[in-house]
């Protein structure tokens, strides 16, 4: 042959022979016909310029070179049923509903489905966008899959990661030039709260501190919150995965004392392969 042609069939083929012993016996293994067996070792014979087998009785065994290239062939096979085994898995399917607080709605969950998207195509996943209490009494009366939140809500709870609250304002407020803001820094400007779910963090913070906050909005949609701050309607605190530093003219700020909330995941009792993919995806990227 003028080109080096190798294909699987062959490969299949001189393993099934060396196993088999006979051409009808191999082909009955792979499901061809005896003439194809035959082709494919008339292939081997023109590919390695000599026969892989020679006649012995009823059946057939391998010639020193068969034996060499039954070897290699082997383990070829071998790497191939591996590379198998590593495919997605593109029959998974179904239908998954999240529930997941807004900065994980934003910043983690859509890098999850991204990737679940490329090795589950058929899983379809509906995000509901929900505060902590919220997503705990969907969970518990099962109308979401999978929980991202920043409660445990389950003995099976997972902890993905600490998330750091930071303070977020235009780049030229006057606190900008601060290198971490103290409740007492917070407490002297307007400030917008998060109605999604840290509002009662955020009062506890200031209360240690014997501080209160100037709360003149309260928004529970992040991406309306970030634009009320940038239209200089006042400050606020919010997770930091969800404010880019730079980004449309914001910044943000550590907090002195710093602040953290802790976001898990949860998966329910008996949920299907495809509601368990979308948590290892989530779980995978939150790391």
Not at 92 to 121: C, D, F, N, W, Y
Not at 132 to 156: H, K, P, R, Y
Request: aromatic content about 2%; some cysteine.
């Amino acid at each position: 042959m003028s080109r080096f042609h190798l294909n699987l069939t062959m490969l299949r083929v001189l393993d099934a022979l060396a196993d088999e012993g006979g051409h009808t016996r191999a082909a009955d293994k792979l499901g061809m016909t005896q003439s194809g067996v035959s082709h494919a070792m008339r292939a081997w014979e023109d590919l390695m310029g000599g026969p892989l087998t020679i006649r012995r009785g009823r059946g057939v065994v391998m010639t020193p070179l068969g034996a060499a290239v039954l070897s290699e062939a082997r383990s070829a096979l071998e790497h191939i049923h591996a590379i198998g085994h590593m495919r997605p898995d593109l029959a998974m399917t179904g239908h998954v509903r999240l529930g997941s607080v807004a900065s994980a709605a934003i910043a983690v969950v859509p890098r999850a489905l991204e990737v679940l998207r490329r090795q589950h195509p058929a899983v379809t996943v509906e995000v509901i966008e929900g505060t902590d209490t919220e997503i705990a009494n969907w969970f518990s009366e099962g109308i979401i899959d999978v929980a991202v939140s920043m409660a445990d809500l389950s003995a099976n709870a997972r902890l993905l990661t600490k998330v750091e609250l930071v303070g977020v304002m235009p780049e030229h407020h006057p606190l900008a030039h601060l290198r971490a803001l103290g409740p007492s820094d917070l407490s002297r400007f307007s400030f917008v709260m998060s109605a999604s779910g840290c509002e009662d963090a955020i009062s506890c913070h200031m209360s240690a501190a014997g501080a209160a906050l100037d709360v003149v909005l309260r928004i529970r949609d992040t991406r309306a919150l970030l634009a009320a701050v940038r239209a200089s309607l006042g400050i606020s605190i919010l997770p930091s995965v969800v404010v880019l530093d730079g980004a449309d003219g914001l910044v943000s700020r550590p907090l002195d004392p710093p602040l953290q909330r802790s976001l898990w995941l949860d998966v329910a009792v008996g949920a299907t392969g495809a509601a368990q993919a979308v948590a290892d995806k989530i779980g995978a990227v939150a790391l």
